[in-house]
DNA sequence: TAGGAGGATCTGA
DNA sequence: TCAGATCCTCCTA
């Protein structure tokens, strides 16, 4: 599995020494597994050529200097600190440090960084105007990086992982190719002992970071200095030596030492990211030696719990949009007006071109009958994005992954911690749960919940603008402004003609016990608040 | 006086 | 069974 890739903010209880075990190192270009990315792909679409193995072995990076980088890139005495002594500065591409010079590869071309390619998966809640432009800053141009939570807003509704019954299913459909990503990597037929300079944390540091940097946009300044600051003294001692080829086992050994090591970690806040590898058809390498018959297991205990909340999150994301949406979770049921509403809530959370809606008059059942090449005649330009948006929730919603489990996230997260108490299931909405779809009380239906026809108001300010508006939309807080006419609506959307302000704030009233609406911090008349999630 | 708060009870799906 | 409707009393700005 890919990466199971966590909203910020959520730590996953793994380090990279977790994953130095489970890396497979034949995935390194040059290795067993061909790490030609996917066409079809941007995960991971920026990997550089593999390396040729020629007579001198290399470590090869593709970090980014502050100005474009070109094929004949003076290094310039900074990096060169990172390499030898000043009297030793070597003239590129040749280096006194036998054989080991660094590759600066051209940037390529931009399509190819496209966040919107094929099959990306992108977070539903994410800031369209987060993603690059082509012409955007290097650093942004990973938008699917596991590691780049910087561009990527904390969202109650951010996807970042999904489950992994699914995951075959999604490797089968190249959503996620089976190969890791490793933009910095030793050549195969590198030869580099780097046993003399494991002494040297530092250097090892420093070039673990650098392995890291390109995919977390560290600015390479500051690990130079970082570099200086710590390890001058010891950088003087640093001793590469060219050893014959060893056998497979020994292999990769400087990577190896590099990903165990998470001080780079602690000092960049860097978080792992999970590859979901007992579900990974993707054998590790271990060397023979220290193989522990225990790992597996230790492995999966130290995963199962970033699964776990990975799906967690996955259920909360849609859940939560479901309750917004006031829409089934189970794509199948969804009405023509509930694929609409879903349409128009994916564009405009991935800022895509507005569809036509005659094109997408049908229902949830055909609409998840579509296949992609269906989405794309029918958009285009955001065909891609749609389908593979839609494909994470029919696997969100799955009969027996989820289903039975389903909840919004106020519930499920009690749930995870097992301790839903009598009170707080009772209090429960239990308008949004998935076995008890809201499509039938949906927009448009005389069964819609008060909650939610108060939102279809809000949404349509053009329309409900003088009689009801928010105050703060990200806090869900509004202002009924017209009490008589927001009751005449209710009580005619409800075919009840007797209905008034007073029995419709009783019902809002309900809602504080059930964590649907509360009061505001600073009480005001005919001003309300939305909790979350109910407020997105 | 309008609106907020909340208890009690009824209604309909 | 549950969400919402209805009726009620009391309180506050």
């Known amino acids: 599995m890919p990466q199971i890739v966590p909203s910020a903010g959520f730590t996953p209880p793994c380090d990279y020494s977790n994953f130095a075990d489970n890396f497979d190192l034949s995935l390194l270009p040059g290795g067993d597994i061909p790490t030609t990315p996917s066409p079809s792909s941007t995960f991971y679409s920026n990997s550089p050529p593999p390396m040729q193995c020629g007579l001198k072995p290399k470590i090869s990076t593709t970090f980014y200097p502050n100005s474009p980088p070109t094929n004949d890139i003076d290094l310039g005495p900074d990096f060169q600190e990172l390499l030898g002594p000043e009297s030793t500065k070597p003239t590129y591409p040749t280096s006194p440090i036998s054989g080991i010079y660094l590759e600066v590869p051209s940037i390529k071309s931009t399509d190819s960084l496209s966040p919107y390619s094929s099959h990306s998966l992108l977070s539903p809640n994410e800031h369209y105007s987060t993603f690059p432009s082509p012409s955007s800053d290097y650093q942004s141009l990973y938008p699917n990086s596991p590691s780049d939570t910087s561009s990527y807003p904390h969202s109650p509704n951010s996807f970042y992982a999904q489950s992994p019954d699914n995951y075959q299913q999604y490797v089968k459909k190249e959503f996620f190719p089976p190969y890791v990503k490793e933009e910095n990597y030793l050549s195969p037929c590198s030869n580099v002992n780097y046993t003399d300079i494991s002494g040297n944390r530092e250097l090892a540091d420093l070039l673990g970071t650098a392995i890291i940097k390109q995919e977390n946009s560290i600015e390479f300044d500051t690990i130079l200095q970082s570099f200086r600051l710590n390890s001058e003294p010891a950088q003087k001692n640093i001793k590469i030596q060219i050893v014959p080829e060893k056998p497979k086992s020994e292999d990769h050994k400087l990577l190896r030492e590099v990903l165990r090591d998470t001080t780079f970690q602690k000092r960049y806040n860097i978080k792992p990211f999970d590859f979901n590898l007992m579900d990974n058809p993707i054998k590790m390498e271990e060397p023979d030696d220290i193989i522990d018959p225990c790992s597996d297991e230790l492995s999966r205990e130290k995963i199962d719990p970033v699964l776990?909340?990975?799906?967690?999150?996955?259920?909360?994301?849609?859940?939560?949009?479901?309750?917004?949406?006031?829409?089934?979770?189970?794509?199948?049921?969804?009405?023509?007006?509930?694929?609409?509403?879903?349409?128009?809530?994916?564009?405009?959370?991935?800022?895509?071109?507005?569809?036509?809606?005659?094109?997408?008059?049908?229902?949830?059942?055909?609409?998840?009958?579509?296949?992609?090449?269906?989405?794309?005649?029918?958009?285009?330009?955001?065909?891609?994005?749609?389908?593979?948006?839609?494909?994470?929730?029919?696997?969100?919603?799955?009969?027996?992954?989820?289903?039975?489990?389903?909840?919004?996230?106020?519930?499920?997260?009690?749930?995870?911690?097992?301790?839903?108490?009598?009170?707080?299931?009772?209090?429960?909405?239990?308008?949004?749960?998935?076995?008890?779809?809201?499509?039938?009380?949906?927009?448009?239906?005389?069964?819609?919940?008060?909650?939610?026809?108060?939102?279809?108001?809000?949404?349509?300010?053009?329309?409900?603008?003088?009689?009801?508006?928010?105050?703060?939309?990200?806090?869900?807080?509004?202002?009924?402004?017209?009490?008589?006419?927001?009751?005449?609506?209710?009580?005619?959307?409800?075919?009840?003609?007797?209905?008034?302000?007073?029995?419709?704030?009783?019902?809002?009233?309900?809602?504080?016990?059930?964590?649907?609406?509360?009061?505001?911090?600073?009480?005001?008349?005919?001003?309300?608040?939305?909790?979350?999630?109910?407020?997105?």
């Open 308 to 536: 776990n909340l990975a799906i967690e999150q996955m259920r909360k994301d849609v859940s939560n949009t479901c309750a917004a949406l006031g829409i089934s979770p189970d794509p199948a049921q969804w009405s023509p007006a509930n694929v609409l509403s879903w349409l128009q809530w994916t564009t405009n959370q991935f800022g895509l071109s507005t569809l036509i809606p005659n094109q997408w008059d049908l229902s949830g059942s055909n609409l998840i009958a579509l296949s992609e090449e269906d989405f794309t005649r029918r958009a285009p330009q955001s065909g891609s994005i749609l389908y593979a948006q839609l494909e994470i929730w029919k696997a969100a919603f799955s009969e027996d992954d989820l289903g039975a489990h389903w909840m919004p996230e106020s519930a499920s997260s009690n749930a995870s911690s097992g301790e839903i108490s009598d009170d707080e299931e009772e209090e429960m909405p239990t308008d949004v749960e998935p076995n008890k779809p809201t499509t039938s009380r949906g927009t448009g239906s005389s069964h819609i919940h008060l909650w939610q026809f108060l939102k279809e108001l809000l949404a349509s300010p053009q329309t409900h603008g003088s009689c009801i508006r928010w105050i703060d939309r990200n806090k869900g807080i509004f202002k009924i402004e017209d009490s008589v006419k927001v009751a005449r609506l209710w009580g005619k959307r409800k075919n009840r003609p007797a209905m008034n302000y007073d029995k419709l704030s009783r019902s809002i009233r309900q809602y504080y016990k059930k964590g649907i609406m509360k009061k505001t911090e600073r009480s005001q008349r005919l001003v309300y608040q939305f909790c979350h999630p109910y407020n997105l």
